[in-house]
């Protein structure tokens, strides 16, 4: 296993949750890791990303000032910090990491799924109103 996501649970609207990813093998040797979503019946995602050795985060704004990515570069791990949950968060959360070429290859693509080579089996976020 190369990715494994964890922290999804049940929590009340408003609440908060901490979603945890560790990164091994070639999946921690890449660029950027990041979080999607997928919720019932929709397309997955993007929700936000951080580069490993710079640290420069990119949210989606649906997580503007409610999620804060974050990592570990020393226990290659990456953090999802989420507060103000609302229901409409509810789906799988996954985790993934993703080789770009650099900084500018990164800004321009950090929110395609298909730049993203290496797949957690994904985390169940449940918000309940």
């Known amino acids: 296993v190369q990715l494994q996501a964890s922290g999804g649970g049940l929590v009340q609207a408003g609440g908060s949750l901490r979603l945890s990813c560790a990164a091994s093998g070639r999946a921690a040797v890449t660029y950027a890791v990041g979080w999607f979503r997928q919720a019932p019946g929709k397309e997955r995602e993007f929700v936000a990303a951080v580069t490993w050795r710079s640290g420069s985060r990119r949210y989606a704004d649906h997580a503007k000032g409610r999620f804060t990515i974050s990592r570990d570069n020393t226990l290659s791990m990456g953090y999802l910090e989420m507060n103000s949950l609302n229901p409409e968060d509810t789906g799988v959360f996954y985790c993934?990491?993703?080789?770009?070429?650099?900084?500018?290859?990164?800004?321009?693509?950090?929110?395609?799924?298909?730049?993203?080579?290496?797949w957690g089996q994904g985390t169940q976020v449940t918000v309940s109103s």
């Open positions: 993934t990491t993703g080789s770009f070429s650099n900084d500018f290859d990164y800004a321009r693509d950090y929110m395609k799924a298909g730049r993203y080579t290496y």
